[in-house]
């Protein structure tokens, strides 16, 4: 991921770190030459100014490093993050349902997280690695049967590594499913709040199943740092195995042992703080490089699902401008057929085939009970599905690939899941009487206000949420409205309000409304009735339908 996310050239940073690494080792040389030249009486001017410059290089090479890989770190991150999104904007709506919120949550913030967070841990290790190679390349020269014992010993230690690394690996992803159950069960006790309130046993049974989840999430962290503790151990014997070795058993076979074994101790002795951290800086890369595999695979799973695929190139460029389509006679479903995937063994719900024609400036109520597949339709009418059978057309235009977004473009929505953001997007031209006028109509005006594009509150009731939503729909200024359930949880007097005054306005205006509605006192002011049942369309007025 460093290499491929990285912007400058990464080999810039690895060569700093390989001078504070060589800078760092020379202080090791220069200290044991200087140690000799003390026994003798030798000058040592010219090795304290060596030893200055070698500190010099250290300390500037390594302030380098750390600065330009935390620079380096963040700007992937930003740019990782940006790019999933990006992605997911570019999806189908049946993509982004299939992913699930929390997995989405757990990579771009958790696992983004971990590897932002592990950066510096890393140019630490990476930079030990380097003063420990090039102390075990000058314990070479004085002795190349020690340096043939620290290779056994450092093949010893590397499988131990190998093995413990691959099974912690496979721990960490599994920790990492866990914390993505323990993300959907929080953000459950959030948006379920009344629900577990209310109902002290659901509450209670939430409440078990969401202990058991952190249990084993916490369970499998400390499962795999076990693993790497015990890893550790090992390696810490075999070091001191290695130091024993040196000191109790080269010397046997040594024809002038004195200096050299005094040497390789110090060597030795001198490299083990920077051994202990490239030690302990395992697990925290292995859980990094489980991270990254995360947000590789959630990268191509989106990926895999976009008609296209995004190019690097396209990471912050917005989508283009697309140019609604001409609507000006009607909007027309002709044997559009939807069918579900099939679950449990079961054939999956089929909505359809469905015949609708819809003129413009009309106004149509569908009606239906649950599980009718009120919402699938106008999911399919909104562009968010695509038909598996059949097709729309818009003034004799046919809808296709090529211009969905288009027909999207044409839209005015507010479905019973909507969000509201805290700013209004997309709407540059606003003007301020205009905002005001439509607050003031949907009765909210007293309620929240919309300044500069920030809106001032959103702590409101289900029903004022729906008239803001209504509101900024409005403003967005669409032929086409499509809006589910829209007058539900209102009040009996601005529910007839609603029908009897906002929409007949929207029909002066020439807009077109489709609507679900319940609301059968109000069916007589509908230019067209439809009640859907079992997937199947059928009139309720087929005097009026035009």
Not at 17 to 38: P, V
Not at 491 to 505: A, G, H, M, N, R
Request: proline share 2%; with cysteine; net charge neutral.
């Amino acid at each position: 991921m460093l290499r491929e996310e990285s912007e400058n050239n990464i080999y810039i940073l690895v060569a700093v770190a390989l001078t504070s690494g060589i800078s760092n080792s020379a202080l090791l040389i220069i200290i044991n030459q200087a140690a000799e030249n003390d026994s003798t009486g030798k000058d040592n001017s010219y090795l304290f100014i060596a030893c200055l410059i070698c500190v010099g290089l250290y300390l500037l090479s390594n302030w380098y490093v750390q600065r330009k890989s935390s620079q380096q770190i963040e700007r992937i991150i930003r740019k990782i993050r940006i790019r999933i999104i990006n992605k997911i904007r570019r999806s189908e709506l049946q993509t982004i349902e299939e992913l699930g919120q929390s997995d989405v949550y757990g990579r771009v913030t958790s696992d983004a997280l971990t590897i932002s967070q592990s950066i510096e841990t890393m140019v630490r290790a990476f930079q030990s690695a380097l003063l420990v190679l090039f102390s075990f390349i000058y314990i070479g020269f004085m002795s190349v049967k020690a340096l043939a014992v620290i290779i056994g010993v450092i093949v010893l230690g590397a499988l131990s590594f190998y093995r413990t690394a691959e099974v912690t690996g496979k721990i960490y992803s599994q920790a990492s499913q866990k914390q993505n159950e323990f993300l959907s069960m929080l953000n459950g006790f959030l948006l379920g709040f009344k629900e577990v309130k209310v109902n002290s046993q659901k509450s209670n049974g939430a409440f078990q199943f969401f202990k058991e989840i952190t249990k084993e999430a916490s369970n499998l962290h400390v499962k795999a740092m076990f693993s790497m503790v015990n890893s550790n151990l090992i390696s810490r014997f075999l070091f001191y195995l290695l130091l024993m070795a040196i000191i109790f058993i080269i010397p046997a076979y040594e024809h002038h042992p004195d200096k050299s074994v005094v040497k390789i101790s110090a060597a030795i002795l001198f490299i083990l703080g920077p051994l202990e951290g490239l030690i302990s800086a395992i697990p925290k890369v292995v859980e990094s490089n489980a991270s990254a595999m995360n947000i590789a695979n959630l990268e191509r799973k989106i990926e895999g699902q976009l008609n296209q695929p995004v190019e690097q190139k396209e990471i912050e460029k917005e989508i283009s401008d697309y140019r609604p389509l001409t609507f000006e006679h009607a909007v027309k479903m002709e044997g559009i057929e939807y069918q579900y995937q099939r679950k449990y063994d079961t054939d999956g719900f089929i909505v359809g085939p469905i015949n609708l024609t819809i003129n413009k400036g009309q106004a149509v109520f569908i009606t239906g009970g649950n599980g009718a597949g009120k919402s699938t339709l106008l999911k399919l009418l909104c562009g968010l599905y695509y038909p598996k059978a059949g097709k729309i057309l818009v003034d004799k235009v046919k809808v296709s690939s090529g211009n969905y977004q288009r027909y999207r473009e044409m839209l005015g929505i507010v479905l019973t899941d909507f969000h509201l953001f805290e700013r209004l997007f997309g709407l540059p031209e606003v003007q301020q009487e205009q905002i005001d006028e439509l607050l003031e109509l949907m009765q909210i005006h007293n309620k929240t206000e919309i300044v500069d594009g920030k809106i001032s509150n959103l702590n409101l009731s289900t029903g004022q949420r729906k008239r803001l939503a209504l509101v900024i729909s409005l403003l967005e200024d669409k032929p086409l409205y499509i809006f589910d359930e829209i007058a539900a949880d209102q009040d009996p007097v601005f529910k007839k309000f609603f029908y009897t005054e906002i929409l007949s306005q929207l029909k002066a205006q020439g807009k077109t409304v489709i609507m679900v509605t319940h609301d059968n006192e109000y069916f007589h002011l509908a230019d067209a009735c439809y009640r859907l049942q079992d997937g199947q369309l059928s009139s309720l007025n087929p005097n009026k339908n035009g």
